[in-house]
């Protein structure tokens, strides 16, 4: 788990807002080609969270698959943009909303079954080895927890995932593994001092390089948030509601 400090940190609150995944489709109401684009590229980022939503609705894994991809089949046809104010314009609320409304409706939820079979809209290949969350508490979490919980854990892993992007087409993955643990929570994670010696670095230069990782982690976490929302001014509240979720 990434940890707090890093997540909430203290990097600058005024980023530039720009058109963002979510901001398309809300403008456009899905009718554009980059619309639908951008629609589908937010359906196979965050897909684990309806998943894991799903899954813990309905025992068999076979149809929470199907009716996880049926959901996305449905939704790309854009049937449920309309709740999409109501829920304030964030994506998290909107997919969750749209979720529970899909599987109260027993027709679109045969219907989506039926869809679901043999849809390959969303990766769900390893569904089976990276469906859990946090194991042994998942069974304490209600679906909504779950779904929370999922939501935030993706958010960060595109995050950790770009940021490892940056660093491999400069050269620097080795580095970036260590950054990445010091990084983390954990009370195994290598020293400063460790990695000077490994990198034949100073102590301070490790300071400063870590600083800036910690810096591009907090900036590129903002710029994932701005991705699911539809207003500059709700980035920071969704910040927070991740950190709670995290916490929790």
């Given at each position: 788990?990434?940890?707090?400090?890093?997540?909430?940190g203290?990097?600058?609150?005024?980023?530039?807002f720009?058109?963002?995944?979510?901001?398309?489709?809300?403008?456009a109401?899905?009718?554009?080609?980059?619309?639908?684009?951008?629609?589908?590229?937010?359906?196979?980022?965050?897909?684990?969270?309806?998943?894991s939503?799903?899954?813990?609705?309905?025992?068999?894994?076979?149809?929470?698959?199907?009716?996880?991809?049926?959901?996305?089949?449905l939704?790309?046809?854009?049937?449920?943009?309309?709740?999409?104010?109501?829920?304030?314009g964030?994506?998290?609320?909107?997919?969750?909303?749209s979720?529970?409304h899909?599987?109260?409706?027993?027709?679109?939820?045969?219907m989506?079954?039926?869809r679901g079979k043999?849809?390959r809209l969303?990766?769900?290949?390893d569904?089976?080895e990276?469906e859990?969350?946090?194991?042994?508490?998942?069974?304490r979490?209600?679906?909504?927890q779950?779904?929370?919980?999922?939501?935030?854990?993706?958010?960060?892993?595109?995050?950790m995932?770009?940021?490892r992007?940056?660093?491999?087409?400069s050269?620097?993955?080795?580095?970036f593994?260590?950054?990445k643990?010091?990084?983390m929570?954990?009370?195994d994670r290598?020293?400063q001092?460790?990695?000077?010696s490994?990198?034949d670095?100073?102590?301070?230069?490790?300071k400063?390089?870590?600083?800036r990782?910690?810096q591009?982690?907090?900036t590129?976490?903002?710029?994932?948030?701005?991705?699911t929302?539809a207003?500059?001014?709700d980035i920071?509240?969704?910040l927070?509601?991740?950190i709670?979720?995290v916490?929790?």
């Open positions: 788990m990434t940890s707090l400090t890093a997540i909430g203290n990097a600058r609150h005024g980023a530039v720009t058109t963002t995944h979510w901001s398309i489709v809300l403008e109401q899905g009718e554009s080609a980059a619309a639908q684009q951008a629609l589908e590229t937010l359906c196979r980022t965050y897909w684990r969270p309806i998943y939503f799903v899954r813990r609705q309905r025992a068999q894994t076979e149809d929470a698959e199907d009716l996880t991809q049926g959901f996305f089949a939704l790309l046809e854009r049937k449920d943009l309309n709740t999409v104010r109501k829920e304030k964030r994506l998290r609320s909107y997919l969750l909303t979720l529970k899909f599987l109260a409706d027993e027709s679109r939820h045969a989506a079954v039926k043999g849809q969303i990766p769900l290949d569904i089976r990276r859990r969350v946090d194991v042994e508490r998942s069974d979490l209600t679906a909504d779950i779904y929370e919980r999922r939501w935030a854990l993706t958010v960060l892993d595109q995050v995932s770009q940021l992007d940056e660093y491999r087409s050269g620097n993955l080795r580095f593994e260590q950054m643990k010091m990084l929570d954990e009370p290598p020293s001092a460790q990695i000077a490994e990198f670095m100073t102590e301070n230069a490790v400063q390089a870590f600083y990782f910690r591009r982690y907090q590129l976490l903002r710029e994932e948030i701005a991705h929302v207003m500059p001014t920071e509240d969704e927070r509601h991740l709670a979720v916490k929790a």
